[in-house]
């Protein structure tokens, strides 16, 4: 009998293969963080503190769902776009919470936020930026909800709604975007790398949370071969040479743009790559591990350094050189990234492990989620809350990634 079982099992389509809960964090990250924690071990313990202390992770914590959200006041009609961004970060931190502590009232508030939004909001409204909503926020709520799963009140009561805004709003959008059906995309590769990989990420996310491959594997797919700026070989478009050493660097798409949102690239990669890990997908190593080459040419630009610089061109804006604008910009992801490349892989990534040590002088020792470094969008787009992902001895320490940017 059960020698059939098993022969039954491995015919079952690869439809509900997903590991659950399997985007940025995993069961077994938990128990790691749970376990540093007991033992009063630094960073986890600084990063729990941290996340403890957050308005945004307190049981009290009231939802604002409204039925359209606009992102921005001068490209939109209106402006509403930080009620989720807000809600989603606290939505995740809440659930995070739970999950270490085994509190449930944490989980009963960060279904509540959930359940509020998925039954409130009718559309992502306003210009082109809606996109960005739709995938900064929406990989964002993908993560909470998928931390959720496995609380029982959540799994009955809220996660079908949540499933269903999922397809009814979010991921129609990232089709959309990624298939460049907007008559302001006829140019291919108009929209900078962001706008296209919080789409990536996002459909990932929502692919895992909805238990649909297909999504899943369009935004895989679209990651390794896609033709606008989200696909990893137009997001990291040139590959270098360091000068001196002859190590090879990524050129990014924002390079030639400003330092700002080329960080928020390399978040989104981590993103990426750290999801398809979590689901048996290495995109870290994809292309001669492409996303470390970025990673590292941002870094070494960042930390002070030359880089060389290819001309690019969209074939509307053209950059000869690098900008210097928002240099040093730093944004939470390097444990992430030094985590994987350096401590999982026993790469050698000098820049990432440099930047690293800026990030957390920045952080105060831990890198900080959103809701825990600053306001707007820029401290929540792609800022998931980070917990511990680097140091310690072995594999994946990453507690909370608590990620909001555009
Ligand atoms: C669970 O958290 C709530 C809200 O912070 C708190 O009031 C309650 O005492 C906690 N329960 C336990 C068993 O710690
Ligand atoms: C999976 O996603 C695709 C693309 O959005 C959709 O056409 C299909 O209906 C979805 N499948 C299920 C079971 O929801
Ligand atoms: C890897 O990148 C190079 C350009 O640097 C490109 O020519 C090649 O097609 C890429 N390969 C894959 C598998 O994406
Ligand atoms: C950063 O590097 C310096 C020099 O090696 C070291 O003294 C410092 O402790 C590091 N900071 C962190 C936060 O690791």
Not at 113 to 134: E, F, H, M, V
Not at 139 to 168: G, H, Q, S
């Amino acid at each position: 009998m059960l020698a059939f079982l098993s022969f039954a099992i491995t015919l079952l389509p690869l439809a509900a293969s997903f590991m659950h809960p399997g985007l940025l964090v995993s069961d077994s990250d938990i128990t790691r963080a749970q376990g540093k924690i007991k033992a009063s071990q630094d960073p986890w313990t600084t990063s729990w503190d941290t996340l403890t202390s957050l308005s945004f992770s307190d049981a009290s914590y009231t939802p604002s769902p409204v039925s359209v959200i606009y992102r921005s006041a001068w490209y939109d009609n209106a402006e509403n776009a930080e009620l989720l961004w807000h809600d989603v970060a606290a939505a995740f931190n809440l659930a995070l919470r739970w999950k270490i502590s085994r509190n449930t009232s944490f989980a009963d508030t960060a279904s509540n936020i959930l359940y509020s939004w998925a039954t409130t909001l009718t559309s992502i409204g306003g210009g082109d930026d809606k996109y960005l909503t739709a995938g900064l926020q929406g990989y964002e709520l993908a993560n909470a909800a998928e931390l959720l799963r496995d609380y029982e009140p959540f799994a009955t009561n809220v996660l079908p709604a949540v499933v269903k805004m999922a397809n009814n709003i979010f991921i129609s959008m990232h089709y959309r975007w990624l298939n460049h059906e907007e008559p302001s995309e006829h140019i291919i590769l108009h929209f900078f790398a962001n706008w296209e990989l919080c789409n990536v990420a996002s459909a990932m996310a929502m692919g895992v949370l909805t238990d649909n491959q297909t999504v899943w594997n369009f935004a895989v797919n679209y990651f390794k071969t896609g033709d606008g700026t989200g696909a990893i070989n137009n997001a990291i478009t040139n590959i270098v040479q360091e000068p001196g050493r002859g190590a090879l660097l990524g050129q990014g798409q924002e390079s030639g743009r400003d330092q700002g949102h080329s960080a928020l690239d390399i978040q989104l990669l981590g993103v990426i790559g750290q999801q398809a890990w979590n689901q048996g997908e290495d995109l870290f190593a994809y292309n001669d591990s492409r996303i470390l080459r970025g990673t590292e040419y941002f870094a070494r630009y960042n930390l002070g350094n030359d880089v060389p610089f290819v001309p690019y061109t969209n074939g509307l804006v053209s950059f000869t050189e690098i900008s210097s604008a928002s240099r040093g910009a730093i944004r939470p992801t390097w444990e992430l990234l030094y985590n994987h490349y350096v401590t999982k892989k026993r790469i050698d990534a000098p820049w990432t492990t440099l930047f690293l040590n800026k990030s957390l002088e920045y952080y105060g020792g831990a890198e900080g989620g959103s809701g825990s470094w600053g306001e707007g969008a820029g401290h929540y787009d792609g800022s998931d809350l980070q917990i511990c992902f680097a140091r310690g001895k072995s594999h994946v320490n990453h507690l909370y990634y608590i990620y909001f940017g555009s």
